[in-house]
């Protein structure tokens, strides 16, 4: 063992032997990582109003490199409502490319996949589209790019496409097979179609091949089936509504996204270590897109394959990691560490579930957590807490629970070969 490593050993063992002595019973781990770094937490752990919510998966593996998880949670609450933002799109991009298998053994045949050409078509519920089939276009629609832009910079408009052609009911439909039944996915994210009407219903989606010809289409389809709100969701003192104006009184959030933190949790390890969940809560992808997503997920903005982002446009490498970077323009990027993740911030709420490893330490572990800071109360004025108290936070949380994996004994190192797709 390092001495570094040795060192972070020592002082962990000794918290631990506190807490111990402080309690009748083992202590969740996660709160041990919480409490013996309580100086630093303090301010997180005793304001009610972060709502904070964490939750945490040991990974060890056997000699056949085959992982077991055990989860700690701290205050999670299906009740303690949080709105999910762009984690939403973790779902419905596993959804998407299991549709497409679905698709293809409807046919009998390999008809489409996710770089195949597709248009999405504008109707009068809702005017938005995307055409994919001229001729020259050198960068055409396609679920691969639409799934790259969604997970390297949380691209909105790729999620809206994405919705249209899975369908609010199809969605629902397929989550609830899978054991996800709290889930509401019923809006596009940063959309010009935001009524409840027309996020019921989803244009028409077309696939062609490579001479143009159409080859596939999923129709405009609305959902006929109830969606219940979630019952007594309001947030905030006021909150500014869509035409700007500022009202007085809690905004109401019970007919809009939900996305328990426990199910994101899943997701991510789904997107994984698919092997580690029950067979109902997989979802059917191939190999060849789970490398994919995974691929996506792990990546930096730059480092996307059909898209383009650049550090001088914004998006910087710690973009769209919380954990560890806190999403810091200038954050100094470990080249042996990789957070395959997905993030949403929206409403003071501040989100990242991810998959962190260390190639030269062989560190895996998983990692989810909320918060939210509003101090004024208002909400959608774009007066957040993010960059003071929300990313420090996260940043902090990911650092620790990394230093107490490092010191975490194994019998067996992992396997990580499959996920360093970045040499």
Do not use: W
Request: charged fraction near 20%; proline fraction near 5%; charge should be positive.
């Amino acid at each position: 063992m390092k001495l570094n490593t040795l060192f972070i050993y020592l002082i962990f063992t000794f918290s631990f032997k506190v807490l111990l002595a402080q309690k009748n019973h083992p202590p969740n781990p996660l709160e041990f990582i919480l409490y013996s770094q309580y100086n630093h937490f303090k301010k997180y752990l005793e304001r009610k109003e972060y709502n904070i919510q964490i939750i945490y998966s040991q990974i060890d593996r056997d000699e056949q490199n085959k992982a077991t998880l055990q989860t700690f949670q701290y205050k999670v609450d299906i009740n303690n409502y949080f709105y999910p933002a762009s984690t939403v799109k973790l779902p419905v991009a596993l959804l998407s490319l299991e549709k497409v298998n679905k698709i293809n053994k409807t046919k009998g045949d390999a008809i489409i996949n996710h770089f195949t050409r597709m248009s999405s078509l504008a109707s009068k519920q809702c005017p938005e589209g995307a055409i994919g089939n001229f001729a020259n276009d050198p960068s055409p629609p396609c679920l691969a790019k639409y799934l790259e832009q969604m997970l390297l910079v949380s691209d909105n408009p790729s999620f809206a496409r994405i919705y249209d052609f899975l369908g609010q009911k199809y969605i629902h439909t397929q989550l609830r097979q899978k054991g996800y039944d709290s889930v509401r996915i019923v809006r596009r994210l940063g959309s010009s179609c935001y009524t409840a009407e027309q996020n019921k219903c989803t244009n028409a989606t077309l696939f062609y091949d490579s001479e143009l010809h159409l080859i596939y289409k999923e129709p405009e389809t609305c959902n006929d089936s109830t969606l219940h709100p979630i019952l007594n969701v309001s947030l905030g003192k006021a909150f500014v509504d869509m035409n700007g104006k500022l009202q007085y009184g809690p905004m109401d959030f019970s007919k809009n996204n939900f996305l328990p933190l426990q199910y994101l949790h899943e997701f991510t390890i789904s997107a994984i270590l698919p092997e580690a969940l029950p067979p109902q809560k997989r979802f059917n992808l191939s190999q060849e897109q789970l490398a994919f997503i995974r691929r996506t997920m792990g990546a930096y903005p730059r480092e996307g394959k059909l898209t383009s982002y650049r550090p001088e446009q914004g998006f910087f490498d710690a973009y769209k990691k919380y954990f560890i970077y806190g999403q810091n323009p200038v954050a100094t990027i470990k080249p042996q560490i990789r957070i395959f993740n997905i993030v949403g911030l929206a409403y003071g709420f501040a989100i990242d579930s991810a998959y962190i490893v260390d190639f030269e330490n062989k560190v895996e572990f998983f990692l989810t957590a909320v918060i939210h800071t509003n101090r004024n109360e208002i909400l959608n004025d774009n007066y957040y807490e993010y960059a003071t108290e929300a990313m420090p936070f996260l940043k902090l949380l990911g650092e620790v629970v990394y230093k107490y994996e490092l010191a975490r004994e194994k019998k067996y190192n992992p396997d990580l070969s499959d996920f360093n797709f970045y040499e």
